[in-house]
C-alpha cells in the first residue's frame, strides 16, 4: 500500500489499538484467575476469537482461501511456541504485579536480537549486545536473586519471553509466504485443541490445592462462568482477535523501526491497571528495572534502524504480534 498523507498515521494508530487489547488482556485474565482454571478462560476465549477472525477478519483478508497452506507444520510449531509462552506468562501473571511480569517479559526484543544472530545469522554490533547486557541487568535488578525478596515466580515471565523469541524466529521463516490471518487463525486453533486437552485431564479439578495460588490456577476444576463474567470473557476474546489483527495491520502498514517502539506503551498501561485495578504500586526496584529494559529494548530498535539505513535494507523485526 502507498504511503499517503491518509495511510502514514493508520499504522501507529493500529499498533496503539492493539496494545491497548494485550493489556486489556492480561489485565483480565489477571481479573479471573483466582475463579476460574487458565485452561479454562483461554479457551473460551480462543473460541471466540476464532469466531471473530473467521467472521470479520479472514473476509477482510481474502475469505477462506487464505487458510490453504503448504508449512502446517511450521504454523503447529508456532502455536505450540504461543501456548507456551501464554501459560507461563498468565500463571505469573496470578501471583505477579501486572506491571512487574510485564516489564520482565519486554526483554523480549532483546532475546530476539540474539536469537536472530544464532538461527537467522543475522549480524548484531557491540553496542547492541551492549544494550542486550544492559537488560538483563535490568532484569537481574527486578527478580533479585539471592535475596530475602526474591520471587521465583518472576522467572515465568522470562521463560514467556524465550518462548516468544522462537516464536518470532519462526515466523521470520514463514512470514514471507504465509498471511497474517492465516498465522492467527492456526494460533486459534492450537490453542483450542491444548486447552480442550489440558481441561480434559485436568479440569476434574482433584489437585487443585496441590501448590497454591500459581498452580491452582491451572488444575482448578472446571465450572460454569457466572454471569456476571461473561462480558469479561467476551471481551477477552475480542481483545485476542483484535489486538491480533490490529498489530498485523500496524506492521503491514508501516515500518516495523516505527511500530515496534509504540509496543512499550504496554509498560505504562499495565502500570495503571495494576494501580487502578489491582493496587498495585510498583516498588524502587521495579522502576530502575523497567527503565534499563526499556531503555535497553529502544535502543536495539534504533540501531537496527541505522543499520537498516545505512545498508538500504531494514532490520528490524518484522513481526505481527501473536503472543496472546
Known amino acids: 500500500m502507498?504511503?499517503?498523507?491518509?495511510?502514514?498515521?493508520?499504522?501507529?494508530?493500529?499498533?496503539?489499538?492493539?496494545t491497548f487489547f494485550f493489556s486489556i488482556n492480561d489485565?483480565?485474565?489477571?481479573?479471573?484467575?483466582?475463579?476460574?482454571?487458565?485452561?479454562?478462560?483461554?479457551?473460551?476465549?480462543?473460541?471466540?476469537?476464532?469466531?471473530?477472525?473467521?467472521?470479520i477478519m479472514v473476509p477482510l483478508q481474502g475469505g477462506l482461501s487464505v487458510?490453504?497452506?503448504?508449512?502446517?507444520?511450521?504454523?503447529?510449531?508456532?502455536?505450540?511456541?504461543v501456548v507456551f509462552a501464554n501459560t507461563s506468562f498468565f500463571l505469573g501473571l496470578a501471583v505477579l504485579p501486572l506491571a512487574d511480569a510485564m516489564a520482565v517479559f519486554f526483554i523480549s526484543p532483546l532475546i530476539i536480537t540474539l536469537f536472530s544472530a544464532l538461527f537467522l545469522h543475522?549480524?548484531?554490533?557491540?553496542?547492541?549486545?551492549?544494550?542486550?547486557?544492559?537488560?538483563?541487568?535490568?532484569v537481574?535488578?527486578?527478580?533479585?536473586?539471592?535475596g530475602g525478596s526474591f520471587n521465583a515466580a518472576l522467572l515465568l515471565p522470562i521463560i514467556a519471553a524465550v518462548a516468544y523469541a522462537f516464536l518470532h524466529v519462526l515466523t521470520r521463516k514463514i512470514g514471507g509466504t504465509e498471511s497474517a490471518a492465516t498465522m492467527s487463525v492456526y494460533i486459534q486453533l492450537v490453542f483450542i485443541v491444548v486447552s480442550a486437552t489440558v481441561g480434559l485431564l485436568l479440569g476434574h479439578g482433584k489437585w487443585e490445592?496441590?501448590?497454591?495460588?500459581?498452580?491452582?490456577?491451572?488444575?482448578?476444576?472446571?465450572?460454569?462462568?457466572?454471569?456476571?463474567?461473561?462480558?469479561?470473557?467476551?471481551?477477552?476474546?475480542?481483545?485476542?482477535?483484535?489486538g491480533g489483527f490490529f498489530i498485523s495491520q500496524a506492521y503491514r502498514l508501516s515500518e516495523?523501526?516505527?511500530i515496534a517502539p509504540l509496543e512499550y506503551v504496554a509498560l505504562p498501561m499495565a502500570v495503571g491497571f495494576?494501580?487502578?485495578?489491582?493496587?498495585?504500586?510498583?516498588?524502587?526496584?521495579t522502576w530502575l528495572g523497567m527503565a534499563l529494559i526499556i531503555g535497553a529494548g529502544l535502543f536495539v530498535f534504533w540501531r537496527e534502524t541505522k543499520v537498516g539505513t545505512k545498508t538500504g535494507t531494514s532490520v528490524a523485526p518484522d513481526r505481527p504480534r501473536t503472543r496472546r
Do not use: N
Open 122 to 138: 543475522e549480524k548484531i554490533g557491540p553496542r547492541r549486545l551492549i544494550a542486550v547486557a544492559a537488560g538483563m541487568v535490568g
Open 256 to 258: 516495523a523501526s516505527l
Open 67 to 81: 487458510l490453504r497452506t503448504k508449512r502446517m507444520s511450521m504454523h503447529m510449531l508456532r502455536g505450540c511456541c
Open 209 to 242: 490445592d496441590a501448590g497454591g495460588d500459581m498452580l491452582g490456577f491451572l488444575m482448578r476444576a472446571w465450572h460454569l462462568p457466572a454471569a456476571s463474567d461473561w462480558w469479561l470473557l467476551i471481551l477477552l476474546g475480542i481483545a485476542s482477535a483484535g
Open 140 to 146: 537481574v535488578i527486578m527478580i533479585q536473586p539471592g
Open 27 to 55: 489485565a483480565a485474565i489477571k481479573f479471573l484467575s483466582g475463579d476460574y482454571a487458565l485452561h479454562q478462560i483461554v479457551l473460551t476465549r480462543s473460541l471466540i476469537g476464532l469466531a471473530i477472525l473467521l467472521a
Open 2 to 18: 502507498p504511503h499517503t498523507r491518509a495511510t502514514l498515521p493508520l499504522g501507529p494508530i493500529s499498533a496503539l489499538v492493539a
Open 274 to 285: 495494576g494501580i487502578v485495578v489491582f493496587d498495585e504500586w510498583p516498588a524502587r526496584t
